[in-house]
């Protein structure tokens, strides 16, 4: 008999029951599913009629075959038993009932799962015909019919799920392990209590989702956290609710987790959105690394239409690309994030974005470069010399002088950008970055105005306040002294740590929390040294003085609550231009990753801006 390689499809209902003939009618077609994945294959044949026509053309080619019931598990059991696992789903239910006549339509994703060097995973998604018949008290199959309409992956799985039947190989999977298990939980439970700062502790930093079946209008991948958090950050906004039924099996690849599932989400103006899923988890080091999913994107589309981006915050989810510049002989690297959209033959208002000392572009630089993006604005993000990606030495040597040539030679590189509108090229900086910005926009004309965004602005008074006074600065100064002395001697380079709670000679002594914890900024990406000859650079370094040389619009945006409020009032009162301020809540950390205070500085910033 002719071999036929069929795609199945096990059940998960999402239409309400709709009496007793139309449960039985879905439950015949479950049945077939479910149990085939399950290769039970004696409850499969009790669910089909005498003869049933199959019809697998939309895939396979050829013509439609009415065969037995037991010739169609026949030829199932040639294929189905050679993937190391099948995991399937299908939803929204569409049954005509006449009589003891029954026409069904469904949506389907089957994910087949088999390791291979060319590939381990083979997804088809597209919808299923069925007609029924009542024969005594029980609903028989009589036609299935598949509509492929989508597929992706290795398509040669099939044939060698057939090789691996022929040669009788069994894949053995992997236990579950508890720790595992309870992080795909965790990933499910915060999606479902809109938590989204919950949700991001369960990615590794360099974690990437990816959806190869996504429609056009919807990203295919997320590359790092910060594109993560982008696409995930509105949901709580815009749903009340989520719910993910789901399922979790092992494989025979450690680490490596699937997962069927379903949504149910309801949406704020009516409706509910529910689609069908099949998730790939790779964990590692208790994080996860890669999270491929798979699901009916017929759906989502006729849920949303051209809402995608509204709902979903798809715009949120592009990708900075990676770009570099020369400052003083060093090659310095950034994110170069452009809005959604993006017309290559426009120019569009374009900002530098510093982020606070001792800081890496990925602790809060990035996160304001994207949402600024997102609002329609380029943005550049980057490594000052001697942190991160950038080229530079001493390494980790907090250097305010520095820093500025720094961001005037970013402008630089903004400037020889066609894109770049050279009428509103801005600088918007972080705590500490707020005084490198203005010393960069004191010398550089090109700079049209700023934004200060819990600024840390010292001056002597202030400094002798918070280094101990006379006698505490004279100590750090002589620290300093003594390690540029080790410097010249021989290029050693003392440092302590950044952040400690332990060690007093660190550059911030205490509970800085946001520094400390590694779903925060206590990141890979960061060394978390201070260079001790830094001291002299930072405790000589006015920028509350500086305020009489800026002549370009001013905005700070700043809390009672965050670092030195004093500083920035100081140096408001010295403004003679155009300026403004915003004075809200929060704590100094909240303005580096609480979203919602992210967000309303860099709307009040954009705003500042198109003024």
Request: aromatic share 12%; glycine share 8%.
């Amino acid at each position: 008999m002719k071999s036929i390689i069929i795609v199945l499809f096990s059940i998960i209902l999402f239409e309400p029951l709709k009496g007793n003939e139309m449960t039985s009618i879905e439950h015949s077609i479950r049945t077939v599913f479910e149990q085939a994945d399950a290769r039970n294959w004696q409850a499969v044949e009790e669910t089909f009629a005498s003869k049933v026509l199959l019809d697998y053309t939309s895939m396979a080619g050829g013509e439609p075959l009415s065969l037995s019931p037991s010739e169609i598990i026949t030829s199932w059991k040639t294929v189905l038993p050679g993937f190391e696992s099948t995991h399937h789903q299908v939803g929204i239910f569409d049954i005509e009932l006449k009589g003891d006549v029954a026409k069904a339509n469904v949506h389907g994703l089957a994910s087949h799962y088999l390791p291979n060097p060319a590939g381990d995973v083979w997804t088809t998604v597209g919808t299923y015909d069925f007609e029924l018949a009542k024969i005594g008290d029980s609903w028989k199959i009589t036609l299935m019919r598949f509509n492929l309409r989508k597929q992706d992956g290795n398509t040669q799985l099939a044939t060698l799920a057939q090789q691996a039947v022929q040669q009788n190989k069994v894949q053995s999977k992997l236990a579950l392990p508890a720790e595992d298990e309870a992080l795909i939980h965790e990933f499910f439970q915060a999606l479902e209590a809109l938590d989204i700062k919950r949700f991001m502790r369960v990615w590794a930093e360099n974690g990437q989702q990816i959806m190869p079946l996504s429609p056009e209008s919807f990203p295919q991948e997320l590359i790092g956290k910060n594109a993560i958090y982008n696409q995930y950050r509105s949901l709580p906004d815009a749903y009340s609710s989520m719910s993910f039924p789901r399922q979790i099996k092992s494989t025979s690849t450690p680490g490596l987790y699937i997962v069927c599932y379903q949504g149910i989400i309801p949406m704020n103006d009516g409706g509910t959105y529910n689609n069908i899923y099949v998730g790939y988890f790779s964990i590692e080091n208790g994080k996860i690394q890669k999270f491929v999913e798979y699901f009916d994107p017929y759906i989502l589309e006729a849920a949303f239409g051209k809402r995608l981006q509204e709902n979903f915050n798809v715009k949120s989810a592009i990708a900075a690309s990676k770009v570099s510049f020369v400052s003083e002989g060093a090659i310095l690297t950034g994110n170069l994030y452009r809005p959604a959209n993006f017309d290559e033959n426009k120019s569009y208002p374009t900002v530098v974005v510093a982020g606070t000392w001792t800081s890496v572009k990925e602790q809060m630089a990035n996160r304001y470069a994207a949402e600024l993006a997102r609002n329609g604005l380029i943005a550049l993000s980057f490594d000052f010399r001697g942190y991160g990606e950038s080229e530079g030495e001493p390494r980790n040597f907090e250097n305010p002088e520095w820093k500025i040539q720094d961001i005037r030679n970013a402008v630089t590189y903004l400037y020889s950008l066609p894109e770049t509108d050279k009428e509103e090229l801005f600088g918007l900086g972080i705590c500490a970055g707020a005084g490198y910005i203005v010393g960069a926009a004191a010398r550089d004309e090109r700079i049209a105005a700023i934004s200060l965004v819990a600024p840390w602005l010292h001056n002597e008074t202030l400094t002798h306040m918070i280094y101990g006074g006379e006698e505490g600065i004279a100590k750090l100064l002589q620290q300093s002294a003594k390690a540029k002395e080790s410097y010249a001697a021989d290029g050693t380079v003392e440092y302590v740590p950044a952040v400690s709670t332990t060690n007093p000679k660190a550059a911030m002594y205490g509970a800085f929390d946001f520094y400390l914890d590694p779903q925060r900024g206590a990141i890979p990406e960061w060394d978390g040294q201070f260079a001790v000859m830094a001291w002299e650079k930072w405790l000589n370094f006015d920028p509350v003085a500086l305020a009489s040389q800026v002549n370009v619009p001013a905005l700070i945006v700043h809390s009672e609550d965050a670092a030195i409020p004093d500083g920035a009032k100081m140096f408001y009162q010295q403004l003679s231009g155009d300026k403004d301020s915003h004075w809200t809540s929060g704590s100094q950390f909240d303005f580096y990753d609480d979203q919602a205070k992210v967000s309303e500085a860099v709307n009040k910033t954009v705003e500042w801006f198109g003024q």
